[in-house]
């Protein structure tokens, strides 16, 4: 998978938790889920647990903690592909 | 954990405690009553002169037990009251049975799933002939102050 359709993968699973859709339209590898797109944290775990249904992966706490950015989101997912 | 120390570790006082006792409790599910008394202090504005349970009290029994309650339980002894808080955080639910004073409740809650301090639940509660009074999903977070 490249990182396009990996990124694009993540933006359709984080779209109907984000509360600011202009952050949404403009998304980057900084944009922040909480701070930007304004997802709360309770959304935060449906966005982890959509990515682990939609990449067949598993998220431990550690990653998720780490997984608050577009950039963060993709190194871990990324990670936990290579290891599968 | 004991069923009885659950009540007991619960972040909530009068007027605003809606759980009387966990009746039974396992890792997938709660069940908890609570019997709404005579003075409860919405009855005087919930209705002038026709004292009926409000939909919100009913939500928040089905919180204190299908959240609170079981959260507290499947936390185990990571839980305590005073650098923990939380939380509900969206909750859909149906009503079909009013609930009027010295009405007993039973609330029946089963997991969907608790990750990363997350419980969601589908949350059913009862009369005492077990008809249905409400029905719904609830989820709710715990997290350190």
Redesign the interface.
Known sequence: MTQNELLSKLKTIITPYVQNKEALENLTNETDFIKDLEINSANLVDVVLDVEDAFDIEIDNESMEEMLTVAASIKVIEEKLASK | MYKDQIIEKLPYSTPFLFVDKVVDVDEEHITGEYTFTEDEFFYKGHFVDNPITPGVILTECMAQIGLACFGIYLLKDAWDQKNWSI?M??NEMNFYKPVFPKEKVIVVATKI?F????LKCQVTMYTKDQTVIAKGNI???A?KK
């Open positions: 939380a955080t969206s799933y990750r990363f301090n997350k989820s709710g977070m997290f």
